[in-house]
């Protein structure tokens, strides 16, 4: 009676495994322009950075089904889904630069764990499409945000204003500064005053370009190949570099 009833149990495992590991990352780049909207679209206050903080752990956790990380897997990436929301909840109840700048830091460690999630789930796939596209430019959104949090927390600790112009800066402003840094663009309407900040906008826009040329572009030439030749391909790379 029990070995009959257990018996169907393995396929559905299977098929829920399946269902998981879709890496459809399009799902993903959606709520994480939602983080990106409320970042840049709501107040200034402790429960809009908490908000975006909420939107964060649960983009980890639909990144993390979606990638079918096993459970073993999901757990640590889990923890900080957990601890992000928790940090959240005590932000909204009481404020102060300390926990500000926790708020940031766990922010930015949600970023790093949910780009190590879309980039281990879109390398497992064997084969570069539309939905490694979609991997590729969650990762570059995430930079931003990443850079985003980081200065805040610079501006949080540091006695004096984090920009030039004599300003913190709210969070959409950083937002905003963080995207055109990454790009850029170099606007010059707002910029860092101390030389960690000069130093954190260069490794910012280093890093943005050095991804579009690499990264991106590697997954654009490779785009639509199929399993077996992408895995001929990643052969050829280790044994004699990257080819674009």
């Not at 269902?19 to 429960?47: C, E, K, N």
């Not at 596209?133 to 985003?148: D, S």
Request: with cysteine.
């Amino acid at each position: 009676m029990t070995d009959v009833a257990a018996a169907p149990k393995p396929r559905t495992e299977r098929r829920l495994q399946r269902m998981r590991a879709t890496h459809s990352y399009w799902a993903v780049l959606g709520a994480i322009f939602v983080a990106f909207f409320f970042a840049a679209l709501l107040p200034d206050a402790a429960w809009a950075t908490s908000l975006v903080v909420f939107v964060l752990s649960g983009t980890l956790l639909v990144a993390i089904w979606t990638a079918g990380w096993g459970m073993a897997e999901r757990r640590g990436a889990s923890g900080v889904a957990v601890a992000g929301a928790a940090a959240a909840v005590v932000n909204i109840f009481s404020e102060g630069q300390a926990l500000t700048a926790v708020l940031g830091i766990l922010a930015g460690v949600l970023i790093v764990t949910i780009a190590v999630v879309v980039a281990r789930g879109a390398l497992a796939q064997q084969e570069v499409n539309s939905r490694s596209v979609a991997g590729a430019i969650c990762v570059y959104v995430l930079f931003g945000m990443l850079f985003m949090f980081v200065y805040g927390v610079l501006a949080a600790l540091d006695s004096g204003p984090f920009f030039a112009q004599g300003t913190d800066g709210t969070r959409a402003v950083r937002l905003y500064f963080s995207f055109v840094t990454l790009a850029t663009l170099g606007y010059g309407d707002y910029t860092p005053a101390s030389n960690l900040g000069h130093a954190l906008a260069v490794l910012e826009a280093v890093i943005g370009q050095l991804y579009l040329v690499t990264v991106v572009a590697v997954v654009v030439t490779r785009l639509g190949l199929p399993a077996d030749r992408f895995r001929k391909y990643q052969k050829e790379s280790e044994t004699n570099g990257p080819q674009t």
